[in-house]
DNA sequence: AACAAGAAATCGGTATACCGAGTGTTGACG
DNA sequence: CGTCAACACTCGGTATACCGATTTCTTGTT
């Protein structure tokens, strides 16, 4: 196959989400196509398609701009990881096949060197690659692909520097719990052990959030679409 | 705005919705164009959306066709359903606000007409529009808009001849103990109510799924995407 | 100096010509 | 009669010219 479209759209998308294109930063159609080497049509396309990712806007008549991150967006992914995470992790326990096991063993044993800057980024890469392995593991292409897209779009946070290198190992065991329980096809304890990570990773980033508010300040938008009450918003953790 | 790409897109969303566009009908942009009056460019872009939401499949270099229906579809859907709803019900108990409550309580009470089949068609818009709006008062504008689209990709089996006609009056009860709940605030009702609904939904579509398989055989995909066993599908249902 | 009107520039929206990928058909050859 | 290669046809992919919406800058008036 050989299209202009589809391998433009993963190069932006990558440079999006590895926020080496700056959240917030506006551009045109032509700007983008001469930054990719690509023509009005296709460099639409890709715009397109990141919008519905929202991982890009679009002003009618005005133009482009890399979505900005803000902390209303940051709650809402982390909220829909709540809810889906666990669910995803409750199917796969139910219906993973052999191969997909052994994998996620792979993927959640992976140990990453605190000292490396890189490994950091390895590390994203491979954490983005086990849970989209539970999310297609529940055999539901549908729901695989909307916690997948979640997840992409936390990623720039993560990216950007707001990090988890100093919980490291905490993850890791959080990962191996998980993968265990739905290894041994036990439901309910998959539920619980994703509803626990999930948590534990929104409370840990709560605390850096503040901080990289006033930090990032320039990439974080000024959210109009959230109250003041949003930062202490209320979690509706599922019981479990 | 005087773009033609957005009411283009729109009509045919609710003609592939409709199922005025046959199910599995494959097309051209040409063709399509013909039919609505309109260019190949706002066309393409109409198509890609769709494809996007999951109403038109693209084959690179070939042409188009309308999303065929399938069961898996239909299970993938519904399994959804079943994890979001009652989340967005909890949410929606917690942040709703006066007029949202209110408006809730005007769509859950419609009363449709058996007789009438015109009325049927209104019941299934007056149902979508109070799933939206729950999923709306839960203020998480991402998760809002995942449920919409699954019950927009959903609406196409019921416009079908997939009826709830005969569970009118149970739908309707349905609809009002679940509003009821959110207006108290009563989070776990809330909860409770949404995925006693949604579990009732699934049931009494199963039933008529079976017979539809044979009777609709046109318009369903025979899933290359599906074993045997899907029709069985387990469900796992959280607990409350 | 403030402001309003209009010109110019910018940018996406749309139409369309052209190109190359994928399929099906046909006819020559074994 | 079967096989396969070349060709023609169809359709989306891409490039690009043109148009209209929107904003910005300029300039003249008060």
């Known amino acids: 196959m050989s299209t202009i479209s589809e391998p433009l759209y993963r190069r932006v998308r990558k440079d999006i989400v590895e926020c080496a294109l700056t959240p917030g930063k506006s551009f045109s159609e032509a700007e983008l196509g001469r930054l990719y080497h690509a023509s009005r049509t296709p460099v639409r396309e890709a715009c ?36 889906f995470e666990p669910a995803t992790a409750a199917l796969a326990a139910e219906r993973a096949n052999q191969k997909e096991l052994d994998e996620m063993r792979e993927l959640a044993t992976y140990e990453y060197n605190i000292e490396d800057k890189n490994s ?36 720039r946070f993560f990216y950007l520097g707001l990090s988890f290198e100093s919980h ?12 265990e329980a739905i290894r041994n ?18 409370e840990r980033s709560a605390k850096l959030l503040m901080g990289a508010i006033r930090f990032g300040e320039a990439v974080f938008e000024a959210s109009p679409e959230m109250g003041d009450s949003q930062l202490a918003r209320k979690y509706i953790v599922p019981r479990i």
Chains 1, 2 share one sequence.
């Open 168 to 179: 490291g190992p905490t993850l890791v065991a959080e990962h191996i719990s998980l993968v």
């Open 48 to 83: 397109r398609r990141l919008e519905h990712e929202g991982l890009v806007r679009i002003i009618p008549f005005r133009g482009y701009s890399i979505a900005p991150l803000s902390v209303a967006e940051f709650h809402d992914l982390q909220e829909m990881q709540l809810i």
């Open 185 to 202: 096809r036990d439901i309910e304890q998959a539920r619980h052990m994703a509803t626990d990570h999930i948590s534990k990773a929104i």
């Open 120 to 155: 950091y980024h390895e590390f994203l890469q491979t954490n983005y690659q086990l849970h989209s392995l539970i999310a297609q593991s529940s055999k539901n292409k549908r729901l695989s692909d909307v916690v997948s897209n979640i997840h992409v779009r936390l990623m």
